[in-house]
């Protein structure tokens, strides 16, 4: 059905008349357009029609091109019927042309001094002509797609991974659907992963040890756990986890406790404009169990981010900042009808904050929903300046300078939490990249201490970070080792840098290591499965998958850009990153001098495939979150096949106290093995 409806709009015959490069909207018309896009199209394409997950992009060089020769009626039918998604078709014909004059102001076609009509005839004499393409993050991908050699060759990796294009005929009409095909609901907003919660309700239970009725209690409830994740039902997995984490912090589960739970906030961004006017919706994401006689009322207000709460104890109250209001008519099913807020944040210091959304049943709190958001003035307006000076760039550096553009959007469509992004921090970095870039220099070119770099990783179409630590001692004209270090679940790039007493970058410093850190693609992407099976889910597979190819990718950057010892590559992790680590060294033998699992566990039988690569392995004989067994079983196989290992098991230890005080020994441990390999990478 698709082709044969795409078919017969390319067979419209096309009066000869204007084209869109003769100036066929004004800048004033798209000024109109921009209002109205952003509150009936913005939540599935993002603000500056980038696109996102569920929706494409609308003003990169894909939707030129296949527009491109097409009549500009064919265009606003398209958006007349199908828009907004929850009201099709109530759109009129002019604020449809004013969208369309927005969305060519978006893609750099120039206006004119005449509006757009808004006359499905008039605009059959019309034509889009498509503009020259830029240098934006969607160009990144396309160029290193149609290069004849991949810039990071690795024939090892499965091509099944790679996002192929979407038949054309397909992409066009999804693309000409605009909101239509997307869901209004679809407001982002990435809640902490399944896999971190699970983990920390399991580490509280093994903490806990709990007993008698409670015991009881949490033995049911991990049966109800069992049945929601089997039925793939992730909200009713959250309450789940929520109570559980209750009962065994001994704080009582209500139907109030169970109401506040289920609240969530929504938005299209959490790095904020507070200039600009800013929407977000309550809404559920599980019915609870609190039975509400009338409709409630919410009061909104801006509070400073809250201090670290002590030890199994809730988090003080912040201090708010800005009251944004008390809203009446709050529906008692919010995931049926959600609730819209229209809110100020002007006046508002840049920083970090926290949104609080306090519901209300006859003037008494019944329940919290909050969201973390970052506050930049003019934020939109710098991402435009550094994807120009991008464009200026030389290439090595543009995922650099790119980068904060590309992690904003992927944090505001919900893809990743705010946590993985720091707005100041960030695009100050990607800033001072565009500075020293100016003049085609590379400001990495002999680099030395604690930095970290960026690259597009072409399968998931988005640029991810690593983080490295240079010696002061290198300076190309030898060989030095190599750490790769890999974080545990929630951390990121950042974990071997900032975390466990910051004891690597010394060390690295003062024994001669490079050491890289990835992300790993996702703070859970778990770095693959090893030689295992594959995850059934495809989502899953997907981010695993991706997860060990960003290792492997940094990998091989780090080997050209730096000359690296060949016969001394390393590889370390802890918790996931030690899971990892058992994962990782068994697909890819013939790397690694020798490697060290911190807390971690693995699959005893893959231990063949490096039976000759030294091992230090470290674990907490009363770790709540990997349990020791995990270590000890594979340090049982690793005695039985005479691999040379030192284990050092930690009375008391727990899951990352065991770490920091260890990384020294690791460090030892590396020193004294290496490959008798003599080439190195190359420069």
């Known amino acids: 059905m698709i082709r044969i409806a795409i078919a017969a709009a390319l067979l419209v015959a096309v009066p000869a008349g204007q084209t869109t490069r003769d100036g066929v909207y004004t800048e004033t018309q798209a000024k109109r357009g921009e209002e109205i896009y952003a509150k009936s199209c913005a939540s599935c394409h993002a603000s500056d029609l ?43 014909p002019p604020a449809v042309a004013d969208v369309m004059a927005f969305i060519f102001a978006k893609a750099d ?39 004849r050699q991949s810039p990071i060759p690795n024939p090892r990796f499965s091509g099944s991974i790679r996002r192929r294009r979407a038949p054309m005929n397909a992409r066009v009409l999804v693309v000409a659907a605009l909101c239509g095909l997307v869901p209004a609901s679809a407001f982002p907003q990435a809640l902490t992963s399944l896999a971190s919660v699970r983990v920390g309700y399991t580490t509280r ?4 040890k709990p007993q008698g009725e409670l015991k009881t209690q949490i033995d049911a409830l991990d049966a109800q756990i069992a049945e929601a994740a089997r039925l793939g039902r992730n909200g009713e997995l959250r309450r789940l986890y929520a109570k559980g984490i209750a009962l065994l912090n001994g704080r009582p589960w209500t139907d109030a406790t169970d109401y506040s739970a289920s609240l969530v906030l929504r938005t299209p961004r959490v790095v904020v404009d507070s200039s600009k006017p800013y929407t977000v919706r309550l809404e559920q994401i599980y019915a609870p169990s609190l039975a509400l006689q009338n409709a409630v009322s919410a009061k909104v207000t801006l509070r400073n981010r809250p201090a670290p709460a002590p030890p199994n104890q809730p988090a003080p109250e912040p201090a708010v900042v800005k009251d944004l209001g008390a809203f009446d008519g709050v529906a008692r099913d919010l995931r049926e009808s959600p609730f819209f807020f229209d809110l100020d944040l002007s006046g508002v210091a840049d920083g970090p904050y926290l949104l609080a959304v306090d519901v209300l049943n006859q003037g008494e709190r ?22 120009a000076d991008a464009k200026r760039a030389p290439e090595s550096v543009r995922p650099d300078i790119l980068f904060p553009v590309d992690r904003m959007k992927n944090v505001n469509r919900g893809r990743l939490e705010l946590r993985t992004f720091d707005p100041e921090k960030d695009l100050a970095a990607a800033e001072a990249v565009a500075a020293a ?7 990495f070119a002999g680099k030395t201490g604690d930095f970290k770099r960026h690259y597009l990783l072409d399968a998931a179409r988005e ?3 690593y983080r490295l630590y240079v010696p002061t001692s290198y300076n190309g004209s030898k060989a030095f080792p190599l750490i790769v270090a890999l974080h545990g679940l929630g951390g990121t790039e950042d974990a071997f840098f900032d975390g466990y007493n910051k004891a690597l970058p010394p060390l690295a410093e003062s024994h001669g290591y490079i050491v890289a850190a990835p992300l790993g693609y996702r703070v859970d992407g778990s770095y693959g499965w090893g030689l295992g099976t594959p995850p059934s889910d495809p989502n899953t597979r997907r981010t695993q998958e991706l997860s060990e190819q960003d290792v492997m990718q940094v990998l091989q950057r780090v080997r050209q850009a730096y000359k690296i010892d060949e016969g001394r590559i390393y590889l370390m992790g802890h918790s996931m990153g030690g899971i990892g ?67 050092i098991e930690v009375p008391g230890g727990l899951h990352s106290d065991v770490v920091a005080p260890n990384i020294a020994a690791a460090i030892d441990f590396f020193d004294a093995h290496r490959k008798p390999v003599r080439s190195t990478s190359q420069q």
């Not at 894909?62 to 907004?84: C, G, H, N, V, Y």
């Open 205 to 208: 239970k093994n903490t806990v």
């Open 463 to 465: 640029i991810i970070p």
């Open 581 to 647: 680590t058992w994962k990782i060294a068994p697909k890819y033998p013939d790397i690694w001098a020798a490697i060290a699992p911190f807390s971690g566990n693995g699959a005893p039988d893959t231990l063949e495939k490096i039976r000759t690569v030294p091992e230090i392995i470290v674990h907490g004989d009363n770790d709540p979150t990997v349990n020791v067994a995990g270590s000890r079983a594979m340090v049982a196989k690793l005695k039985e096949l005479g691999t040379e290992h030192k284990y």
């Open 366 to 387: 019944i329940g919290t929903a909050s969201l973390g958001v970052a506050l930049r003035t003019g934020v939109d307006d710098l991402a435009a300046r550094l994807e």
């Open 50 to 92: 980038s696109g996102s997950g569920q929706a494409p992009a609308l003003a990169d060089a894909d939707f030129a091109k296949e527009w491109d020769a097409q009549p500009l009626s064919d265009l606003f039918e398209r958006i007349r019927t199908t828009m907004p998604a929850d009201a099709p078709g109530t759109l009129t």
């Open 109 to 147: 076609i120039p206006s004119g001094t005449t509006d757009l009509p808004s006359d499905a005839a008039a605009l059959k004499s019309i034509v889009f002509a498509a503009p020259r393409a830029g240098l934006g993050i969607r160009d990144l991908v396309r160029r290193a797609r149609s290069s």
């Open 437 to 443: 870039a100016k003049g085609g220099k590379d400001p």
